[in-house]
């Protein structure tokens, strides 16, 4: 899905990731760059053009805090940005509280309706919903018939009549009334073109209906024209929704992106497949996650603005550099990194540490018991660990239910650490923290 644009994305975030200061000059490039990969992806001309007006508006009024590069600080802006575009929150799908709901879908001819209206009724049943499937294009030869042998499979009764679409939906509903289903899903006929008889019937199908939700099914992989299509039916027949289909394919990521702003409907649902069950409720921040290939810088920044105030990494900083960082700064630091998820994670957002400390692993575990050691430690010793004798250090090992060896171990690692702050500019943190986890335990 999206595989070209994320790459290209990708490749421009590179760019911008190393730059140490938000200027307006680098953020214009960066954001020019940007703005033809969408362009390229088939995004509509004026909502690329309006996202990028609003990423720029945001990054230069934007404070970069010290635990972050600018360079993330923009991919998260336009994170934001593009699940504001793809609208927001998740929209779901509206459940009648007088059942039958009853959801119409339209959409032009190959866009996936049928197959979707049967992905459709089995996300109803999994949802605990008794769906009837009503088959309302009497037009296309093999349609029942294909609407059939697709509810055969998923076991959902086909309804169907000789008779026009508005009958057919029509009686469809009295019959699920007095049948007990809960939901009814009403395939209706697409046309190669929009014309004005397909959109007539489909808008007497909405009126005779009254629909709990309509649909407009649009195939993501025609790019521009989907735009076209997605206003034109908007403008008769005013759906609540939009679904996504064929998102498996080659499809450049234009329409995705686009629809929403153009048609101010929520994208309900996407198809990503030609079997019954994939379908998926459709999530903005998911997507744009997916579209952009950086869920790891995303989780990064939230999680540092929300948990890394910048005082403590200025504190931080300052300690290592004047040579006072203790056992009392290690333990915070370890309590941080529970709250971050990792030491590598926390130390990378230090500034001047995160670009040494890449593809550095950390063994997590040994963590908690390096933790369990402060903690047995009382403040004086944490401050000056000089003092721990051998007296100390087996009430240390006790108290933290370690040995003796691995409080010595400890103490060790840590003023070799220190020791190695002390070159604190020229050193290389990456070999010196994998010496660090490698003699842990
Ligand atoms: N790869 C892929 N193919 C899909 C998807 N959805 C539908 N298709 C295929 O697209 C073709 C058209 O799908 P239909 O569901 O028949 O489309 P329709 O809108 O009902 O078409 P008409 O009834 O002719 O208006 C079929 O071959 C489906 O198998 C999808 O999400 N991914
Ligand atoms: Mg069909």
């Given amino acids: 899905m999206f595989e070209d644009l994320t790459y290209k994305l990708e490749s421009a975030f590179k760019k911008i990731r190393g730059q140490g200061k938000l200027t307006e000059k680098n953020i214009s490039d960066a954001l020019r760059e940007v703005r033809r990969i969408l362009l390229d992806a088939d995004v509509n001309y004026k909502v690329a053009k309006d996202f990028i007006e609003k990423v720029e508006k945001k990054s230069l009024g934007k404070e970069v805090i010290a635990s972050i590069t600018p360079g993330q600080l923009i991919i998260k802006i336009i994170h934001d940005e593009m699940v504001d575009l793809l609208g927001g929150k998740t929209s779901p799908i509206v459940i009648s509280n007088n059942p039958p709901s009853i959801y119409l879908l339209a959409g032009l001819q190959g866009s996936g309706k049928t197959t979707f ?34 509810g055969n499979q998923i076991n959902v009764e086909v309804f169907h009549l000789d008779k026009n679409p508005i009958e057919i939906a029509t009686e469809s509903i009295d019959y699920a009334k007095k049948n007990g289903f809960s939901a009814v899903v009403i395939d209706s006929a697409g046309r190669l073109h929009i014309d004005e008889e397909m959109m007539d019937e489909i808008s007497m199908l909405k009126e005779a209906c009254n629909p709990t939700e309509t649909y407009f099914v649009v195939d993501s992989m025609i790019g521009q024209d989907a735009v076209n299509t997605a206003k034109a039916f908007h403008d008769r027949i005013s759906y609540d929704g939009v679904v996504l289909t064929k998102l498996d394919g080659d499809t450049k990521g234009g329409c995705a992106l686009s629809i929403r702003a153009i048609v101010n409907k929520p994208i309900k649902f996407v198809s990503i497949g030609e079997k019954i069950d994939s379908i998926e409720v459709f999530h903005p921040d998911r997507m744009a996650s997916r579209i952009l290939g950086k869920g790891d810088i ?7 603005q929300s948990a890394f105030e910048e005082k403590q990494a200025e504190r931080l900083e300052e300690k290592l550099k004047s040579n006072k960082f203790d056992f009392e700064d290690f333990l915070d630091q370890l309590r941080l990194i529970k709250k971050l998820g990792s030491l590598s994670q926390t130390l990378s957002m230090i500034p001047g540490i995160g670009t040494k400390l890449k593809n550095t692993q950390i063994d997590e575990k040994a963590l908690v018991r390096v933790e369990a050691i402060i903690n047995s430690m009382t403040r ?48 290389d943190f990456k070999k010196a923290f994998r010496n660090f986890n490698l003699n842990l335990y």
């Fill in 298 to 304: 995303i989780t990064l920044v939230e999680k540092a």
């Fill in 117 to 150: 209206a049967v992905k459709l009724a089995r996300y109803l049943k999994n949802i605990k919903l008794k769906p009837l499937l009503v088959a309302c294009d009497i037009y296309r030869p093999a349609a029942v018939e294909q609407l059939k042998i697709l």
């Fill in 380 to 427: 004086e010793e944490r401050k000056n660990p000089r003092i721990l004798n051998a007296s100390r250090k087996r009430r240390v090992a006790r108290g933290s239910g370690t040995s003796i060896q691995e409080v010595n171990r400890l103490i060790k690692q840590f003023e070799d650490m220190q020791r190695m702050i002390k070159k604190f500019s020229s050193m």
